[in-house]
């Protein structure tokens, strides 16, 4: 049973492929971050080594399935002569099951990972020795302060590719970050990406597709990892980590439907706590005047020096409030992400046209593309601070 | 677990499976060493899922049970005790292990045997059986020319074909190919076709030593695995994937000239020549004359210059010569490298033009080739 979440577009579609034994070779995971990239791509580490997979006959699964759905499959039953369009409606059918509130993800729709076989519990412990997972960082380096994926790392996957399996019957590849590559490594990389020896699967995960070179992508299947809805995810924390049901709601809403997000922000309630704080400062900066914008815009320059990705988190969280004011100006209130501030953006929304609103997330949205391309973070967030309209 | 044993024999268990250990930390579990008990023996076992090694060293079992300790930390701890006896047991439910070995004693902390990859078994397969030293010697003769960069990543196994009661095994780098038959002690069911990582050839080299009963060889194509069992050692390698290009159309069936050299002489030459080819572009250069006439051996000039250093060159008799006149030029590494794990008797070596393949033929034997490609050279 596949342990991800909200995903299932795509288990299906890997159901499928690994059924008829088509799995690509190579697939890009596409995702906003913590949505679940990782997860999919151990899980799909297990499929493809599962115990389950290979002696569970996995090219006729159509009698357990039957018995599972007994109504559905009366209906179908002129077509259980033509398996192909059978089990592509029983597919269709354990879809709705798994939209269905309060139902488990169901497990008639895929024999693997089974999640219990001893190759599945290796790989979710981490110690299956096919499967190796490369990042910024990862392997042996004197250097803790990279910020890219080397070639030496690249490398290293090749001959370990070149190798047949250990212990299980697929070497599993996933490049974590497949964005951080260098040129030089993602350079390497496209040998195996277009030619991997038999027996490997390479899994490249990134949160910006377009980051990547136009060889790399052409090479893998893409799949989409889409944010779970709002009310799916908010059950889901409510039944499976026993969240409080008004603080469910809460951390859905701020996740923007990414699962690891929301769980973090369960664990960790210092980070609520910091995110309020952030918000009020953010408030406090819409409303005050220039010098006040202006020191604000130094301490942030600080902070990105400091720490980027916190610094960029910062930005991210003014970008989703500006969004929210632009859908409570467009009457959408429903899909705010800060719905627990919904007053003081409601007050502040009546100041604002929407071509105000429009404009500056315009302006955070080149301030980010800024910093990425190395300008100068105080003129930068200076520049930006002028722009937001003043109270 | 709860055993004694003899210092020198687990000292010289650890130091067999020690060459399996994993050097770097990808997965920091394959750093440590397995140690289980099996029947009335101690078995240890390490692997950096590239090879595992498992051996056995004779124990008197208390308790049955099993552990991974930090391979190097055992190996150093047991190499400074004395040669007595070692008293060995676990420590809590998981996690730590205590020696006592006279008045020295260590705990060791460790992790659970079922973290550890599991020792590859093969059982069922493809058999084989071939003299040690036969084996050993094939290797000598063949690993040496695998391809160390990992651009073409089969180059860097050794070809390994069992077929009938002959074996031969075959390694290039894409400028020499090393190609060595042999006969098999007992002869395999199935052929088989396999490509071994020149470094586990090594290892079982190694191992072998100057052992003197047979190696069985089991193969599972299908798992992917081969095993090499020798004197109470297991070695099991994981084989590479692809294909071995086919090298039966490199060698060249036909010579212009044929020459045939006392090995040391041709070799001693080779060596003088290497000292000044090494500081310019590492030629080597052969000119193979034929004698003037009848009854006169033929002669070959073998010589090395470098721009800056200087020059030399120096004359060895040929023992037969057939052909004319013969010039080429050779990396004095590859022909260094020939010439020395041929060891003795005589070299032939047959050439046709200065820019295609040099062979060398060890003479008085069909089982070893080896061909080398020539450097463009202006003569």
């Known amino acids: ?391 | 677990m709860k055993l004694s044993c003899l210092q020198e024999n687990l000292s010289r268990g650890l130091s067999i499976v020690g060459r399996a250990v994993a050097s770097r930390a990808t997965l920091p579990i394959t750093q440590n060493v397995l140690l289980e008990t099996d029947r009335s023996m101690l078995k240890l076992s390490a692997t950096n899922l590239e090879i595992a090694i498992t051996t056995w060293i004779g124990a008197m079992i208390e308790e049955e049970g099993s552990i991974t300790v930090p391979a190097r930390l055992l190996t150093e701890f047991v190499n400074t005790l004395p040669s007595d006896r070692i008293d060995l047991e676990l420590e809590g439910s998981v996690g730590a292990m205590r020696l006592v070995c006279g008045r020295a004693e260590a705990r060791i902390h460790g992790a659970s045997a079922d973290d550890f990859p599991p020792i590859p078994q093969v059982e069922e397969g493809v058999s084989a059986r071939v003299g040690s030293q036969e084996l050993k010697n094939a290797i000598t003769r063949v690993a040496f020319a695998a391809a160390t960069e990992e651009s073409r990543p089969v180059l860097t196994g050794v070809e390994a074909k069992l077929s009938g009661n002959r074996f031969t095994l075959a390694a290039a780098d894409g400028f020499r190919l090393a190609v060595q038959h042999g006969e098999l002690a007992e002869p395999v069911q199935d052929d088989i076709d396999v490509i071994v990582p020149a470094r586990t050839m090594s290892e079982v080299s190694r191992l072998l030593g100057d052992q003197g009963d047979p190696v069985d060889i089991m193969m599972v194509p299908a798992r992917g695995q081969v095993l090499f069992k020798v004197a109470g050692v297991e070695i099991v390698s994981q084989l590479l994937q692809g294909t071995f290009p086919n090298y039966d159309q490199l060698i060249p069936q036909s010579y212009d000239n044929r020459s045939v050299f006392d090995l040391q002489k041709l070799l001693r030459a080779t060596r003088t020549a290497a000292i000044f080819a090494r500081d310019g572009s590492n030629i080597i250069r052969l000119q193979m004359t034929p004698g003037e006439e009848e009854g006169i051996s033929g002669k070959a000039v073998v010589s090395a210059r470098s721009e800056e250093v200087g020059e030399n060159q120096g004359e060895v008799d040929t023992e037969t010569i057939e052909g004319g006149e013969s010039k080429i030029a050779f990396n004095s590494k590859y022909l260094q490298d020939v010439l020395t794990v041929l060891e003795r008797g005589q070299v032939a070596l047959e050439t046709t033009t200065s820019s295609s393949p040099g062979v060398f033929k060890p003479v008085g034997t069909e089982d070893y080739v080896h061909v080398v490609m020539p450097m463009f050279v202006q003569w």
Not at chain 1, 149 to 170: A, H, M, W
Not at chain 1, 211 to 239: G, M, N
Not at chain 1, 243 to 259: F, N, T, W
């Open chain 1, 1 to 391: 049973m596949w342990q991800i979440y909200g995903q299932d577009h795509l288990t299906r579609q890997l159901d499928a492929a690994i059924k008829v034994d088509r799995l690509s070779h190579a697939y890009l995971l596409v995702g906003p971050p913590h949505v679940g990239k990782m997860s999919l791509a151990i899980n799909m580490a297990q499929a493809v080594n599962c115990l389950a997979g290979e002696s569970n006959a996995a090219r006729q699964p159509a009698p357990e399935r039957s018995l599972d759905l007994e109504p559905a499959a009366g209906l179908f039953a002129l077509d259980d002569a033509t398996p192909g369009p059978a089990s592509n409606r029983l597919l269709e059918n354990s879809g709705q099951y798994a939209s269905g509130p309060g139902e488990e993800v169901p497990s008639q729709s895929g024999d693997v990972p089974c999640g219990d076989c001893s190759q599945c519990q290796r790989v979710a412990q981490g110690l299956h020795s096919d499967v190796r997972i490369i990042g910024v960082g990862t392997g042996d380096d004197e250097n803790v302060n990279r910020r890219d994926i080397r070639i030496e790392q690249v490398r290293d996957i090749e001959s370990f590719l070149n190798l047949t399996p250990y212990e299980g019957v697929c070497k599993v590849v996933v490049v974590d970050g497949a964005e951080l590559m260098n040129t030089a490594a993602a350079n390497a990389l496209l040998k195996t990406l277009e030619e991997p020896p038999g027996n490997s699967l390479l899994l490249l995960l990134t949160a910006s597709e377009d980051a990547l070179l136009p060889t790399i992508r052409s090479r893998c299947s893409a799949l989409y990892l889409k944010p779970a809805a709002k009310s799916e995810l908010q059950e889901r924390l409510t039944r499976d980590y026993n969240a409080d049901p008004e603080l469910a709601e809460r951390v859905a809403r701020i996740s923007r439907g990414c699962i690891g997000q929301a769980v973090n922000a369960l664990r960790d309630p210092e980070a609520l706590e910091q995110r309020e704080a952030d918000l009020q400062r953010l408030q406090e900066v819409c409303e005050g005047g220039l010098d006040m914008r202006f020191d604000y815009a130094a301490e942030l320059a600080t902070r990105f020096n400091r720490d980027r990705d916190a610094a960029k988190e910062l930005l991210y969280l003014w970008l989703r409030w500006w969004r929210d004011l632009l859908l409570i100006k467009e009457g959408a209130e429903e899909y705010l992400h800060n719905y627990d501030h919904v007053a003081p953006l409601r007050l502040q929304a009546t100041r604002l046209t929407t071509g105000q609103v429009t404009a500056f997330i315009k302006r955070l949205n080149r301030t980010l593309e800024a910093l990425d391309a190395n300008a100068n973070p105080r003129l930068t967030l200076e520049v930006l601070m002028l722009g937001l309209p003043l109270a």
